[in-house]
């Protein structure tokens, strides 16, 4: 019986062409997500009560799916940094990138996340006359604040996949 080779094990060849080199996640893209989440988030509010509809409600599930993906950045992010940086471990450079692209993906689907969750709560603060006002407004600063947890996480990642060029080999 043969068995098939380990893609963990194997060497990976550079790609043809010039190589480019990935910047860390500029704050003003981050920034600018965050806001056109916040207007986003802000007008569903008013646009759904416009279309003769409820606003509306936001559930712990999608609140802790958040928490939970903001958690697994964190711990990912920590793994990282003590492997190439305090152990000084090599890691499969296919492995670096699949991390440094999960950090930058993540890093701005939370920044419009937590904008869009914080843009409806703004909606909220204030209305005292709503069927579950105050639960609207809680769930979706939490769900805000783990989206801003999830910049964070990811931002941790990012800088966590950096090496210096002692370690590149220039």
Do not use: F
Request: overall charge neutral.
């Amino acid at each position: 019986m043969s068995r098939l080779p380990d893609p963990e094990q194997e060497d990976v060849p550079d790609p043809p062409g010039p190589a480019g080199n990935v910047g860390p996640t500029r704050p003003a893209v981050l920034l600018g997500l965050g806001l056109v989440g916040l207007v986003v988030g802000w007008s569903v509010r008013p646009l759904s009560i416009r279309a003769g509809g409820a606003a509306p409600t936001i559930g712990w599930l999608p609140v802790l799916a958040l928490l939970l993906v903001a958690a697994i950045l964190a711990a990912v992010a920590w793994s990282t940094y003590r492997s190439l940086q305090t152990r000084h471990e090599r890691m499969a450079p296919h492995r670096a990138v699949n991390r440094l692209v999960l950090a930058k993906a993540c890093a701005l689907t939370g920044a419009l996340v937590a904008g869009g969750y914080l843009g409806y709560a703004l909606a909220w603060v204030g209305v005292t006359d709503a069927e579950l006002d105050e639960q609207r407004l809680t769930r979706s600063l939490v769900a805000g604040l783990a989206g801003v947890a999830i910049v964070v996480g990811s931002l941790a990642l990012e800088r966590a996949c950096r090496v210096s060029d002692e370690d590149r080999g220039t």
